[in-house]
């Protein structure tokens, strides 16, 4: 058995993907099945060590279990990251105490002993969100970890990234996620923010001190979330995140590096912009996992001028 390497496992490329993403023509998941058929949001897709990949995303379709729920979170295959096909059945439902009215914005690690994790955002109508966490032998079946890993209930936090990171030469965990004013507003002294936290476990997160991706411009100015957080083979980091604007509201796909994780220098320009015939209004959530080609695949949540959402992906040249 190959020895795990925590800090290649998840969320590493070797090389940077960079600033130039080509929208491929194709949809990659469609609003074509009854749990999904009305939304389609927040991919996140793993490599699976037996070959293939896995596409974990929220859905809210008519064929939901409980009738007062607004998402939840399912899976689809592909052998090649091309062609996908949607798995039966629910993989993380909402559910009491802590995540009764939403479960979303999965982001699926493996751990040391074989098993998969989970880090998802949950809501309580009424209440700030917060990051649970589930865990599971194969990626189908979830089983619920006890208790919040990320919240204080005044601020909302979710849209979670988790890494492995080396701190004086031991392993630790890094959460990315956003930090949200509950109620919510907008505006760029909102601060809609991107965070970090850190633990030794996985499951006990601590702060870090100041912000990862403040809110800065026009294109900002709802909120900047959602963090696609890439450990690169020098060490460095590249992020993909989503900036919304208000007034009107559309999200944009950027990016930023880091030497460290902590301080980022954001890049000049638009990764992925809206205009397309399926992403009028919106290019957010992006996900970027590498292809057998070389090449880098982005997936990302879309909104058409019809306000209907599903899954788009963008390729490296």
Same mark, same amino acid.
């Given at each position: ?131 649970? &966490?589930? =865990? !599971?032998?194969? $990626?189908? %079946? #979830?089983?619920?970890?006890? /208790? @919040? +890993?990320?919240?204080? *209930? ?100 950027? &990016?930023? =590096? !880091?030497?460290? $994780?902590? %301080? #980022?220098?954001?890049?000049? /320009? @638009? +990764?992925?912009?809206? *205009? ?42």
């Amino acid at each position: 058995m190959q020895k795990f390497d925590a800090l290649t496992a998840i969320h590493f490329q070797e090389t940077d993907p960079g600033l130039e993403w080509m929208k491929d023509s194709e949809i990659a998941l469609d609003l074509d099945s009854s749990l999904d058929s009305l939304k389609i949001l927040t991919p996140n897709v793993v490599k699976l060590p037996e070959g293939g990949y896995r596409m974990y995303y929220t859905g809210y379709g008519p064929a939901r279990s409980v009738e007062s729920s607004t998402g939840y979170i399912l899976s689809a295959y592909s052998v090649d990251a091309n062609r996908w096909g949607k798995e039966r059945g629910v993989r993380v439902e909402v559910h009491e105490p802590y995540a009764s009215q939403r479960t979303l914005c999965p982001d699926v690690i493996p751990l040391p002993d074989g098993r998969w994790r989970m880090y998802f955002e949950a809501r309580v109508a009424g209440q700030a969100s917060h990051v649970l &966490s589930a =865990v !599971s032998e194969g $990626g189908l %079946e #979830w089983r619920m970890e006890t /208790g @919040i +890993r990320f919240g204080d *209930g005044e601020w909302s936090y979710g849209s979670p990234r988790c890494l492995y990171i080396e701190e004086s030469g031991r392993i630790r965990f890094r959460l990315y996620c956003h930090h949200y004013s509950e109620p919510m507003v907008s505006g760029l002294e909102a601060q809609n923010h991107i965070v970090s936290a850190v633990s030794d476990d996985g499951l006990h997160f601590e702060p870090e001190p100041g912000v990862r991706i403040r809110q800065e411009n026009v294109y900002e100015a709802y909120a900047v979330y959602a963090p696609e957080v890439l450990r690169l083979g020098d060490g460095s980091y590249r992020m993909y995140y989503p900036g919304w604007s208000e007034d009107p509201m559309h999200g944009r796909i950027f &990016s930023a =590096v !880091s030497r460290d $994780g902590i %301080e #980022w220098v954001k890049d000049d /320009g @638009i +990764r992925v912009d809206i *205009g397309g015939p399926r992403d009028q209004n919106h290019c957010s959530e992006p996900c970027v996992i590498d292809l057998p080609d070389g090449r880098r695949r982005m997936f990302y949540e879309a909104c058409d001028k019809d306000s209907d959402w599903r899954i788009l992906s963008a390729t490296t040249p």
